[in-house]
């Protein structure tokens, strides 16, 4: 390697090095703010604070509305786990059936499943909030978790499908001549052979679930059933003070379930996305 194609190498990496910090900014200053008192979180904007305090974090635990904070992360894990396994186990057995199986319209339901992709989620929201009034599931988890169940989500549905698309179909024959039916073949062959897309499915699941905040709010009503992001809500009062120090530390903790569900997935993560989208 000659001096210029040395001397562009490091200033590739540089720049990609300062890129990533100026990313990285905001998550170090809302760690560093979460240890700051009130009256320095805005007027201290150095990373390393002038003084430490775990004020914020007892405060923050403590939560409102005699609501622990621990109560908003159990909710949210409950949530998370239901919409996980719903989505997982509704959405495979769809891609399955588009991927695998023979039957009357096929390519006319999967282009019905498309155009779902397609639809904004705001033209559904009134329907269904009037469906699932009329079912007396408004403030319940069942319109956040019950969907689930029904393989509402085309865009994992169509993951999967290119996942599955891409497996040998001579697994499925050898499967049929040693005596398993379609369902053996799908629990057997294409579930262990699809795991990467499986979990790929799971942690855009859980984090998306765990982020939401709109839908949570349109169907939640009691605190005692609140998740993470209305609980942080609960921190910020227009009418009255803000909590900003709890609410900082409650953002810090927030994110520790979704970083160790990526990092301890993240193989699996990046091979489901790879192959998910080399397939064809």
């Known amino acids: 390697m000659n001096v210029y194609s040395r001397r562009t190498a490091w200033l590739v990496h540089a720049f990609i090095l300062a890129l990533g910090l100026l990313m ?27 003084e430490v305090t775990l004020d914020n974090y007892v405060t923050g635990w ?27 186990a509704s959405c495979s057995m769809a891609a399955y059936a588009f991927g695998r199986l023979n039957f009357s319209l096929k390519k006319v339901w999967f282009a019905l499943m498309m155009v779902t992709i397609m639809l904004p989620h705001h033209v559904t929201i009134i329907p269904q909030y009037i469906l699932f009034h009329k079912l007396d599931w408004i403030d319940t988890l069942g319109p956040l978790t019950l969907p689930k169940l ?16 891409g497996l040998p179909r001579e697994l499925d024959e050898s499967a049929t001549i040693d005596g398993c039916g379609p369902i053996q073949i799908y629990w057997r062959m294409i579930l262990p052979l699809a795991l990467p897309a499986l979990i790929t499915t799971a942690i855009f699941t859980f984090i998306w679930t765990w982020d939401d905040f709109f839908s949570q709010l349109l169907y939640l009503n009691s605190p005692g059933k609140y998740t993470v992001p209305l609980g942080l809500r609960l921190f910020l009062d227009s009418s009255s ?35 998910t989208g080399i397939k064809g």
């Open 241 to 275: 003070q803000s909590n900003w120090g709890p609410m900082l530390a409650m953002s810090v903790v927030s994110l520790v379930p979704s970083l160790i569900i990526f990092f301890s997935l993240q193989k699996y993560f990046v091979e489901g996305i790879s192959t």
């Open 62 to 88: 403590s939560g409102l509305s005699k609501v622990t904070f621990g109560r908003y992360l159990l909710n949210s894990i409950v949530l998370c786990l239901l919409t996980v396994v719903g989505n997982v």
């Open 150 to 165: 029904l393989a509402t989500d085309a865009f994992f549905i169509f993951l999967m499908i290119q996942f599955i698309r």
């Open 24 to 50: 990285l900014y905001p998550i170090l200053w809302l760690i560093s703010s979460s240890f700051k008192p009130d009256s320095l979180i805005f007027s201290d904007l150095r990373l390393w604070p002038a």
